[in-house]
Structures are given as structure tokens and as C-alpha cells.
């Protein structure tokens, strides 16, 4: 007797449940919609499998010498955006210069230096760093160590949106 009782009060409560859910349900039917897409396997063409235009980058290698040699390696694919990877000696130094692109990049290893006309920024290991467009500077290896760093270009590199200067302006 006491059995029956509470499998009767758990069917009036799981009546009661669904009752409520049906109400809402029909209250708002959108959300039907969105359960049953969200329950759907996607397509077998579908899953795991790259789009057209998905390629391999094979990258540019570009040794430049300033006071020593460093290597760039350029894996841009579009003069809007450039990407970058760098690895520079100890002792590296550019000259002044004026970019006329935004920089902004990760440091890999080492110590990156930035040198503006009233403040030098060292950005180590594991930080991110940002140049605005139009920035006058020198950048140079801030460490002991090589330097290694990922940095992306907008717009891309080009030696025409690069000034050198003698010192500051």
C-alpha cells in the first residue's frame, strides 16, 4: 500500500513535470527548433573536412643584415596581413625606424627591445606586444640570449612602408 502511494505521487509529479514543459513548449516554439538542431549529427561530408581554399603555407626565408644577420621567415599569403616569424642573434640592433604598417607580436625566447623617443619597453618570454602604425622606434635583441618572435603586419610587409631615420623626429 505504501509502494503505491509513492509510485503514485511520482507519476503525478512526472504529469505535473510534463505538463509544464509541454506548456512551455508550445508557449515558445523556437525552442523545439533549437533542441532538435542541436541534437543533430552533422553531415559525414561535413565533419573533418577542410574547405577548398585550405592549404599549406610554405614560408619565405629572408636573411637580413643589420648590425649582425637575422632571419625572417614570411609566411604572408595576402598583402593585407602579414605573418611573420623572427629569429635574431644576440647584439642585434635595426636602425631608427618609421613603419608605416601596425605591428603586433608574441616573443618566443629571449628579450625584445623597443626603443621610442621617450621610453624603452623590454618584452620578455611568453608576452605579447603591440606597435601602432606610424610608430617611430628602434627595435633590437633586449637579452643575452637569441631572440625568437611570431609577429603579424597589417598590411603586410612591403620596404616602402619602412623609413629609416638618422634618430628620432
Known sequence: MFLRKIED??????MTVLKEIIKF????????????????????????????DARIIERKTIDIQDNVSRVIFDYSIDPELGLNQ???PAQWTES????????????????LGLK???????ITKNNGFHIP?????????AGVDSLHLIEVLRP??????????????
Open 9 to 14: 505521487l511520482i507519476e503525478l509529479i512526472l
Open 25 to 52: 513548449f508550445v508557449r515558445y516554439p523556437i525552442f523545439i527548433v533549437l533542441l532538435v538542431l542541436s541534437c543533430q549529427k552533422p553531415e559525414p561530408s561535413e565533419a573533418g573536412v577542410p574547405p577548398s
Open 86 to 88: 623572427m629569429k635574431a
Open 96 to 111: 631608427f625606424i618609421e613603419i608605416d604598417f601596425e605591428l603586433r607580436g608574441i616573443v618566443l625566447k629571449g628579450t
Open 116 to 122: 621610442f623617443a621617450d621610453t624603452t619597453l623590454r
Open 133 to 141: 602604425k606610424g610608430s617611430q622606434l628602434r627595435i633590437f635583441n
Open 156 to 169: 603586410a610587409y612591403q620596404e616602402s612602408l619602412v623609413r629609416k631615420l638618422n634618430t628620432f623626429e
